[in-house]
């Protein structure tokens, strides 16, 4: 993790994303009530792809705290094949008026290596 700084936004993102999660509460298109840290390109390549867009949904939306924490799983568990089960739940999310951009997830996000590793 380059700083303190960013790991503590991450860490706040994430808990919010569970607790939303465990309260069985709309987690699509929330607003993260703290957006965590995008690193600069280069610091984590894994996580290039967040800084390619701008606006609230790519600042704010839920698909940083995902990327972060498919970051953080497979820093912690090579083998842990969540990242992959993530991206499929990404890929099953029904389309409509409603879509996965709702979430912030970028335009080609399903083939970065951070979800397609392993």
């Keep these: 993790m380059p ?4 790991f503590s936004s991450w860490l706040a993102s994430i808990n919010y994303v569970r607790n939303v999660s465990a309260h069985h509460a709309r987690l699509f298109n929330r607003k993260l009530v703290v957006a ?3 690193p600069r390109n280069g610091q984590i390549p894994a996580l290039d792809h967040l800084r390619d867009a701008g ?3 790519a600042d704010f939306g839920v698909y940083n705290a995902l990327a972060g924490m498919g970051y953080l799983v497979g820093v912690l ?3 842990c094949d969540w990242p992959k089960r993530a991206a499929a739940c990404l890929m099953a999310f029904p ?3 409603l879509s996965t951009k709702d979430m912030g997830v ?3 996000w399903e083939n970065h290596s951070l979800w397609t590793r392993g």
């Design 95 to 97: 389309t409509g008026a």
């Design 106 to 108: 970028p335009e080609g």
């Design 55 to 57: 606006g609230a949904k």
């Design 3 to 6: 700083t303190k700084k960013m």
């Design 77 to 79: 568990d090579p083998e």
């Design 36 to 38: 965590p840290s995008r």
